[in-house]
């Protein structure tokens, strides 16, 4: 079956880094692109954008480029956030999700189960 | 960017209530619009895809309805499992991909 694990909770300072893993199991992880999806505490869900794991192409979505970076290792079938430069701003759960089957459209049917990324100092 | 707007952003009701949370879209999506379900420290869960099919699993009092602009959740007969929050999601248009606020629904 189709699992996403994503790492444990982070605490870290303003301007520190941080890097999120998700690791997907139960499928071919060239097959499916990875979506990145924040959610700051008590608010709505914010799609950050995705990355191809077969061309290796990422797509941010317009309040995400810069500081974001998408990446992943297909060794480990293993997808990557990685936030610079860290802000208050960025304390939120950020979640991987994946479609359900590419025919049918972006309809998240896995979900990773949602890192918390604190930032204080 | 396609603008999502779901109301109400929060409700009460009681056990058996019939309960209806509408999205609206900025632009005409067709039918490219998808409900999530997500329950306190959890994911979200996919509930409704294109806009009326019931993902695997989703029981028969959840519907989805709508085109174009305006688009409706319905659970017909509220039961305790179901307070949660809901959120809408437009997949017509990929630059970017765009949730809706969110709609919290408590126990009266």
């Known amino acids: 079956q189709v699992e996403l694990v994503q790492s444990e909770s982070e605490l870290k300072k303003p301007g520190a880094s941080v890097k999120v893993s998700c690791k997907a199991s139960?499928?071919?992880?060239?097959?499916?692109?990875v979506h990145w999806v924040r959610q700051a505490p008590g608010q709505g869900l914010e799609w950050m954008g995705w990355?191809?794991?077969?061309?290796?192409?990422?797509t941010y979505a317009q309040g995400f480029r810069g500081r974001f970076v998408f990446s992943f290792d297909t060794s480990v079938s293993t997808a990557y956030l990685q936030i610079n430069s860290l802000k208050a701003e960025d304390t939120a759960f950020y979640y991987c999700?994946?479609?359900?089957?590419?025919?049918?459209?972006?309809?998240?049917?896995?979900w990773g189960q949602g890192t918390l990324v604190t930032v204080s100092s | 960017d396609i603008q999502m707007t779901q109301s109400p952003s929060s409700l009460s009701a009681s056990v058996g209530d019939r309960v209806t949370i509408t999205c609206r879209a900025s632009?005409?999506?067709?039918?490219?619009l998808n409900w999530y379900q997500q329950k306190p420290g959890k994911a979200p869960e996919l509930l409704i895809y294109?806009?009326?099919t019931l993902q695997s699993g989703v029981p028969a009092r959840f519907s989805g309805s709508g085109s174009g602009t305006d688009f409706t959740l319905t659970i017909s007969s509220l039961q305790r499992e179901d307070f949660a929050s809901y959120h809408c999601q437009q997949t017509y248009s990929t630059s970017p991909l765009t949730f809706g606020g969110g709609t919290k629904v408590e126990i009266k």
């Open positions: 294109t806009t009326s």
């Open positions: 139960g499928y071919t992880f060239t097959s499916y692109v």
């Open positions: 990355i191809n794991t077969y061309t290796r192409n990422p």
């Open positions: 632009q005409s999506i067709g039918n490219h």
């Open positions: 999700a994946r479609q359900a089957v590419a025919e049918r459209g972006f309809d998240y049917e896995y």
